[in-house]
């Protein structure tokens, strides 16, 4: 797949306050680096074929219908997933198509190489960032995947002085974490001058064990 071809797995418009200012429209791409144990979007993961491709310039036909929305409301564009970091190129083309105003936001876990992050950040208001866990055990037997490349990558935005446009979330995670696990989390993110956190507790169905 091309770097400004992509997998889109969902596009939910008009929500409001729940993944960044304003109204936002929600764009979902497919792939993921982790296999967390209790995954919100499991078809984010395998076989992408059944998804429709798009090319930046289409998605923005597609989404600017709402442009008014965003314009009134300091909304714009959430990019998840899956792992939007994963298609820097996307974004950033997608940026230059749409108005200046329009905020573009981020889900990502900061799986990434560095460079898709480096190169991110010039284009992004606001990073709505899923930690899971600071500690690198925990972390690892929740997602599979080590988490060096996080802590990499929050240094690296640290280093740019933009700690106060990321959100980041700490789940506590039955099984996996705990209250104690996820102050330990804090207190090494403020340490970093990360300020902004979102704190809540996964919901666990049996469908998802």
Not at 87 to 101: G, K, Q, V, Y
Request: proline share 4%; hydrophobic share 35%.
């Amino acid at each position: 797949m091309g770097k400004s071809l992509a997998r889109i797995i969902g596009i939910a418009r008009h929500r409001l306050s729940t993944d960044g200012d304003g109204v936002t429209t929600l764009v979902a791409f497919h792939g993921c680096p982790l296999h967390c144990r209790y995954c919100l979007n499991p078809q984010s993961l395998g076989d992408g074929g059944k998804f429709k491709e798009y090319t930046p310039e289409l998605l923005y036909r597609e989404i600017r219908i709402d442009e008014l929305y965003f314009l009134a409301t300091n909304g714009g564009v959430t990019f998840g997933g899956g792992e939007p970091c994963l298609r820097p190129d996307f974004i950033r083309r997608f940026r230059e198509l749409c108005d200046e105003s329009w905020q573009i936001n981020l889900e990502t876990s900061l799986n990434v190489p560095m460079d898709n992050i480096a190169s991110l950040l010039p284009v992004v208001n606001t990073l709505i960032i899923d930690i899971k866990d600071m500690n690198s055990e925990i972390y690892r037997n929740y997602t599979g995947l080590d988490n060096s490349l996080v802590l990499s990558n929050l240094r690296l935005i640290a280093d740019n002085g933009r700690q106060s446009d990321c959100i980041v979330r700490i789940p506590l995670i039955p099984e996996f974490t705990t209250d104690a696990d996820r102050d330990a989390s804090r207190a090494a993110l403020e340490q970093l001058g990360f300020t902004r956190f979102d704190l809540f507790t996964y919901q666990i169905r049996k469908q998802c064990l």
